[in-house]
T-cell receptor
Framework: KNQVEQSPQSLIILEGKNCTLQ??????????LRWYKQDTGRGPVSLTI?????NTKSNGRYTATLDADTKQSSLHITASQLSDSASYIC???????????FGGGTRLMVKP | DTGVSQDPRHKITKRGQNVTFRCDPI?????LYWYRQTLGQGPEFLTY????????KSRLLSDRFSAERPKGSFSTLEIQRTEQGDSAMYLC???????????FGPGTRLTVT
């Protein structure tokens, strides 16, 4: 079964601190991996997309890594802000466009 | 605003009633997707259109669910004889012919009482 597992399920950090979210997947074949940010009650917004050949990609304070051999990805958030409070969802694409498999998300809360 | 729009944003209905949601994709996007998301979970794929053709349907899409995209632009998702288990956020996304990226709308939150 194609699965995407994320950890931790939830995380509380203080404003200004860094954190790292994990994603393990068994989806095969693999086309690309995405990280989305979803604010409560809103649709997901893409942060990064990485293909098989990319090991790391940054978007401002967000840096995603990918190890296609071990089928693991991480999302590192630097110098967290209150507005980073959201769910972060790891998504794996099997066939370059149509079928996305979503993880359950990590709910991040940044406290002042 | 040229993003994906969905209407309504919230819908409360009684069990057994029919509901219909609308999605307007980004104008040049020919691909349109519907997802369902329950509280605390990631979205689950329901169905996918390329232009007006419905190319894929998940097993989650029971006979009570039907989706259309008659002119290859906006899409509707209808749920007949709603059940309490249908309560969820229904998300629509669109993508361009050559792009990996799917752009999501704000969702329609359905509550079945």
């Amino acid at each position: 079964k194609n699965q995407v597992e994320q950890s931790p399920q939830s995380l509380i950090i203080l404003e200004g601190k860094n954190c790292t979210l994990q994603c393990n997947y068994t989806v095969s074949p693999f086309s690309n991996l995405r990280w989305y940010k979803q604010d409560t009650g809103r649709g997901p917004v893409s942060l990064t997309i990485m293909t098989f050949s990319e090991n790391t990609k940054s978007n401002g304070r967000y840096t995603a890594t990918l190890d296609a051999d071990t089928k693991q990805s991480s999302l590192h958030i630097t110098a967290s802000q209150l507005s980073d409070s959201a769910s972060y969802i790891c998504v794996v694409n099997r066939d370059a466009g149509n079928m996305l498999t979503f993880g359950g998300g990590t709910r991040l809360m940044v406290k002042p | 605003d040229t993003g994906v729009s969905q209407d309504p944003r919230h819908k409360i209905t009684k069990r057994g009633q029919n509901v219909t949601f609308r999605c307007d994709p980004i104008s040049e996007h020919n691909r349109l997707y519907w997802y369902r998301q329950t509280l605390g979970q990631g979205p689950e794929f329901l169905t996918y259109f390329q232009n007006e053709a419905q190319l894929e349907k998940s097993r989650l899409l029971s006979d009570r669910f039907s989706a259309e995209r008659p002119k290859g632009s906006f899409s509707t998702l209808e749920i007949q004889r709603t059940e309490q288990g249908d309560s969820a956020m229904y998300l629509c996304a669109s993508s361009s012919p050559r792009g990996y990226e799917q752009y999501f709308g704000p969702g329609t939150r359905l509550t079945v009482t």
